[in-house]
């Protein structure tokens, strides 16, 4: 259809990529789909975005650090247990009433419980990774920096207590055992403390990492999602307009008919 008024023409085809604007725009719920329709705010979205999508990456890394503290300090708890029934057993074998063959019972016992503590730190791992072979510090990125959590070679703090050297053979042995088993208690204990405030530090950077990207979500949001109120009022006014429009424009058009057809 063509239309012999150049105004008429014009209303109508920037009714109709009004239209279009606002049915795309309604479809994907954006005020913002492209350069087009705000390129500042197309930009600063498209870094709010980024930095979204990194601050989700680190706090998935931050919990993975916390996971990893839990596992580290579950393994210094297990190793703390067994000393403690050490510790127990060598306050027992300093009971004087005890001969040769209770204080074998008492021995066999506690190399059941450095046994445990062997294995614990042979097994203690998360992901492949062993926890207690090395002292080490594994670094967790957040984005805008990392998180570290420091693991210790559990074997050889223990070994400088000489805390696997434990002899319950006579009263004298077991009260020095029992000294080098409570300096390992407090070793661990020490260790235990200090991965406790580390997966404290990591959960206060999660944290700190979800309540930005909650923030920067908000912000993205009001620049680019849609006002559907405001979007359909005006879809409905630039419906209104290429209906008038083409109406008039079939009016103008019947009416060049009518006078060609009186002339003929």
Same mark, same amino acid.
């Given at each position: 259809?063509?239309?012999?008024?150049?105004?008429?023409?014009?209303?109508?085809?920037?009714?109709?990529?009004?239209?279009?604007?606002?049915?795309?725009?309604?479809?994907?719920?954006?005020?913002?789909?492209?350069?087009?329709?705000?390129?500042?705010?197309?930009?600063?979205?498209?870094?709010?975005?980024?930095?979204?999508?990194?601050?989700?990456?680190?706090?998935?890394?931050?919990?993975?650090?916390?996971?990893?503290?839990?596992? $580290?300090?579950?393994?210094?708890?297990?190793?703390?247990?067994?000393?403690?029934?050490?510790?127990?057993?060598?306050?027992?074998?300093?009971?004087?009433?005890?001969?040769?063959?209770?204080?074998?019972?008492?021995?066999?016992?506690?190399?059941? $419980?450095?046994?445990?503590?062997?294995? *614990? !730190?042979?097994?203690?791992?998360?992901?492949?990774?062993?926890?207690?072979?090395?002292?080490?510090?594994?670094?967790?990125?957040?984005?805008?920096?990392?998180?570290?959590?420091?693991? *210790?070679?559990?074997?050889?703090?223990?070994?400088?207590?000489?805390?696997?050297?434990?002899?319950?053979?006579?009263?004298?042995?077991?009260?020095?055992?029992?000294?080098? !088993? *409570?300096?390992?208690?407090?070793?661990?204990?020490?260790?235990?403390?200090?991965?406790?405030?580390?997966?404290?530090?990591?959960?206060?950077?999660?944290?700190?990492?979800?309540?930005?990207?909650?923030?920067?979500?908000?912000?993205?949001?009001?620049?680019?999602?849609? #006002?559907?109120?405001?979007?359909?009022?005006?879809?409905?006014?630039? #419906?209104?307009?290429?209906?008038?429009?083409?109406?008039?424009?079939?009016?103008?058009?019947?009416?060049?008919?009518?006078?060609?057809?009186?002339?003929?």
């Amino acid at each position: 259809m063509k239309l012999n008024n150049p105004t008429g023409l014009n209303n109508l085809n920037q009714a109709q990529l009004q239209q279009e604007s606002l049915l795309k725009k309604l479809a994907t719920a954006r005020r913002i789909n492209s350069a087009a329709d705000d390129a500042a705010g197309l930009q600063i979205a498209n870094q709010l975005s980024s930095s979204i999508n990194g601050n989700a990456q680190g706090e998935r890394n931050v919990y993975d650090g916390i996971s990893l503290a839990r596992v $580290y300090e579950q393994g210094l708890q297990g190793i703390n247990d067994n000393l403690g029934e050490l510790n127990r057993l060598a306050v027992a074998a300093g009971n004087g009433i005890y001969g040769a063959e209770e204080r074998q019972a008492l021995q066999t016992e506690a190399d059941s $419980y450095l046994a445990n503590i062997q294995q *614990t !730190i042979d097994n203690t791992e998360f992901a492949g990774k062993k926890l207690f072979g090395a002292d080490a510090s594994v670094a967790f990125g957040t984005g805008n920096g990392a998180v570290n959590l420091t693991t *210790t070679d559990v074997q050889t703090a223990l070994q400088n207590q000489d805390a696997f050297n434990i002899d319950f053979s006579s009263a004298a042995s077991a009260e020095q055992s029992l000294g080098r !088993i *409570t300096d390992a208690i407090d070793v661990i204990g020490g260790l235990q403390a200090q991965a406790g405030a580390e997966a404290n530090r990591f959960a206060s950077a999660g944290n700190n990492l979800n309540s930005q990207q909650i923030a920067e979500s908000a912000a993205r949001s009001r620049i680019e999602d849609l #006002d559907f109120a405001k979007a359909t009022s005006e879809k409905t006014a630039a #419906d209104i307009l290429s209906q008038s429009s083409t109406s008039v424009a079939m009016q103008a058009r019947m009416q060049q008919q009518q006078a060609l057809t009186l002339l003929s």
